[in-house]
């Protein structure tokens, strides 16, 4: 079966650091671009960013920009959101999600662009 499984969230204070894992299962995650979204409650689902395949192409909404990175294990073939300096406005369910599209600086990322999805993961930032 092909699928994302996720991994990582859970309950952090502001200022804190979390990191989510994207693994694939029967999906080459370096053939594929990896975005990530996230959807608050009551909020439609929001681009939070997103990695390209070779070059390792990367694009940020405006609102994690400096505070998240994105990096790549191609031997456990997974691909990992580093999330620094949290905020409350950061408390959302994050997805990650696989497609083969295209990720780069001002290109729109869009979750039409992805046909694989994972489960979702609840990332909470309070105090």
């Known amino acids: 079966q092909l699928q994302l499984v996720e991994s990582g969230g859970g309950l952090v204070q502001p200022g804190g650091s979390l990191r989510l894992s994207c693994t694939g299962s029967?999906?080459?995650?370096?053939?594929?671009?990896v975005g990530w979204f996230r959807q608050a409650p009551g909020k439609e689902r929001e681009a939070v960013s997103c990695l390209g395949t070779s070059g390792g192409r990367t694009n940020f909404a405006d609102s994690v920009k400096g505070r998240f990175t994105l990096s790549r294990d191609n031997a456990k073939n997974t691909v990992y959101l580093q999330m620094d300096m949290l905020k409350p406005d950061d408390t959302a369910v994050y997805y990650c999600?696989?497609?083969?599209?295209?990720?780069?600086?001002?290109?729109?990322?869009?979750?039409?662009?992805?046909?694989?999805w994972g489960q979702g993961n609840q990332v909470t930032v309070s105090s």
């Open positions: 029967g999906v080459l995650l370096d053939r594929h671009v």
């Open positions: 999600a696989s497609g083969s599209t295209f990720c780069g600086a001002s290109v729109p990322i869009r979750p039409v662009q992805y046909d694989r």
